[in-house]
């Protein structure tokens, strides 16, 4: 099993979430919530306005999303359904332990509040020059005031 942060679509009450617990693409728990140890500056770029962590470190803000424990198949679902490595690059990050909820067979293998974790993360090198100067989030919600609609893919043209 790997760690994966998500920080925008697959997060809970987001669009993308349903893909998170659907079996058929192998098995994710939820574990917990988290925030990046480095600042990093998160986006919503393209006309489908779509959430970007640039990888950019240093800049932006801790952004908080959720972690997950997942399979190998999942995984590989992740790294398509991400399009990576084009879009976005899976590439590990610290993660500062926000809220706990995963469930281990010892308490001693569970990871204290403000602990730190190495988690998989779907971040992007190859953006657009323009999205540095684009406003920087620290929690993406896809219905949030920021007023950009997230298109889902089966909506896109």
């Not at 099993?1 to 728990?29: E, S």
């Not at 470190?57 to 908080?64: E, K, L, M, S």
Request: hydrophobic share 35%.
């Amino acid at each position: 099993m790997a760690r994966v942060f998500v920080y925008g679509t697959l997060k809970k009450g987001q669009p993308n979430y349903p893909h998170m617990i659907n079996g058929a693409h192998g098995i994710a728990r939820f574990q917990g919530r988290g925030l990046t140890v480095e600042k990093y500056p998160l986006v919503i770029a393209g006309k489908y306005n779509i959430p970007f962590l640039l990888n950019a470190p240093g800049i932006g803000h801790h952004v908080a999303g959720e972690i997950y424990s997942v399979d190998d198949q999942m995984l590989q679902f992740l790294d398509e359904f991400e399009g990576c490595p084009d879009m976005y690059q899976r590439t590990p990050m610290r993660i500062e332990v926000v809220e706990w909820e995963g469930k281990s067979s010892a308490p001693e293998e569970r990871p204290a509040v403000n602990s730190i974790l190495e988690c998989y993360v779907y971040s992007t090198t190859t953006y657009q020059p323009e999205w540095i100067n684009f406003p920087y989030y620290d929690n993406y919600d896809a219905f949030g005031k920021h007023g950009l609609q997230y298109v889902l893919r089966e909506s896109r043209e």
